[in-house]
């Protein structure tokens, strides 16, 4: 008899649940189309419920009709992007992740305190894309450590680090070691940039790996923090799967 255990806590996090609501909320106030820029969130299954409802989904602020209620996604957007749907008078509702617009706020305190920024991120992620959008100055994105030996940059210039908020916590923490170790003058934030609920799931899955032979993330497999989680099982040697629904189990 196979035995199911689910981890505690589980489920979306609560700037996820913001981001849905936004939009549910335009839905029932103004009425269907709302267009949102970028998938709200990464989860194919609230995506298409929401396309369901009358949402769209698009990548470009041109593919918005002029004067369509527009809702930027959880991950947030560079000023490019807001400055676009302005000239264009779109009304916007941002649904950006206060954890993300924390990020921002970072990365640009820092600059104007003239340091170099390095971000700690996945290359090509949207919160990526947007946090590098929403600072005034040059960005280094380093992924891993051998990213951080990479840096062309001289040993003791003064640098600060912020970091995207969906990583593997011992990833990052090994790229922070990485990158206070090869260079002199490093700061970073007060407290940790990854979202708590993502460091709340990956100790779950810790735990979880603790007492399960096998383990299955119900997740989209472009998802940051699936992908995580599924690592995470695999690196501590228990056979971990990801799925989009029970129909692929």
């Known amino acids: 008899m196979i035995k199911v255990v689910l981890a505690q806590p589980r489920g979306f996090c609560a700037g996820v649940v913001r981001a849905i609501d936004i939009v549910d909320q335009a839905l029932t106030k103004f009425g269907k189309p709302v267009y949102v820029r970028h998938e709200i969130v990464h989860n194919r299954h609230v995506v298409d419920d929401l396309k ?16 369509a209620i527009t809702v930027f996604s959880a991950h947030g957007v560079a000023k490019t992007v807001v400055e676009e749907a302005r000239v264009r008078q779109l009304p916007v509702l941002d649904a950006t992740c206060p954890l993300v617009s924390k990020v921002h706020n970072q990365g640009r305190r820092y600059i104007n305190r003239g340091r170099t920024l390095v971000l700690i991120g996945h290359d090509g992620h949207p919160e990526v894309e947007g946090t590098i959008g929403q600072v005034d100055g040059p ?10 030996m990479a840096l062309d ?3 003791d210039t003064p640098l600060a680090y912020i970091t995207q908020t969906t990583l593997s916590v011992d990833d990052t923490n090994g790229i922070i070691a990485a990158l206070q170790s090869r260079f002199t003058d490093v700061v970073g934030p007060d407290t940790a940039d990854i979202c708590y609920a993502t460091q709340n799931l990956q100790t779950a899955v810790r735990d979880l790996c603790k007492v399960v ?12 923090n699936s992908r995580r989680l599924c690592e995470i099982g695999r690196e501590i040697g228990i056979p971990s799967y990801l799925v989009n629904d029970g129909g692929e189990v």
Do not use: M, Q
Not at 139 to 148: A, M, R
């Open 52 to 67: 369901r409802k009358g949402a769209v989904f698009v990548e470009e602020i041109r593919e918005i009709p002029d004067g």
């Open 139 to 148: 960005v280094h994105l380093v992924s891993n450590e051998t990213d951080v």
């Open 153 to 155: 940059l001289p040993l």
């Open 213 to 224: 032979d096998l383990l299955i993330v119900v997740g989209a497999s472009y998802s940051s």
